[in-house]
Nanobody, 119 residues
Framework: HVQLVESGGGSVQAGESLRLTCEVS??????MGWFRQAPGKTREGIAA???????SVAAAVKGRFTISKDNAKNTLYLQMSSLTPEDTGIYYC????????????????WGQGTQVTVS
């Protein structure tokens, strides 16, 4: 049974940084990803990490966001820097039954989301 619990969201000023954390259980070596949903928009993929640690990051956040994981702690991270108001939204971590090509994978398991507000 996969469980995902996000934390670390909040309200920040433009230019500041935040680190989101996702506590993961039951996902094994699955693809893991971060998604976000801005107000009035559809959910979009932000970053993904494969079982071997390879990562992919969406163009909109490349150079500002970094996805990583600590297997020993069963924790997924999203380090976000140089935040802008366009980064405002609910951020979700997710797990997929795939282990590679994570940027293309279907994601079946979702956390409850954490709100990020940038002003």
């Amino acid at each position: 049974h996969v469980q995902l619990v996000e934390s670390g969201g909040g309200s920040v000023q433009a230019g500041e940084s935040l680190r989101l954390t996702c506590e993961v259980s039951g996902a094994g070596n699955s693809c893991m990803g971060w998604f976000r949903q801005a107000p009035g928009k559809t959910r979009e993929g932000i970053a993904a990490i494969e079982s071997d640690g390879s990562t992919s990051v969406a163009a909109a956040v490349k150079g500002r966001f970094t996805i990583s994981k600590d297997n020993a702690k069963n924790t997924l991270y999203l380090q976000m820097s140089s935040l802008t108001p366009e980064d405002t939204g609910i951020y979700y971590c997710a797990a997929s039954p795939w282990t590679t090509s994570c940027h293309l994978a279907p994601y079946n398991y979702w956390g409850q989301g954490t709100q990020v507000t940038v002003s």
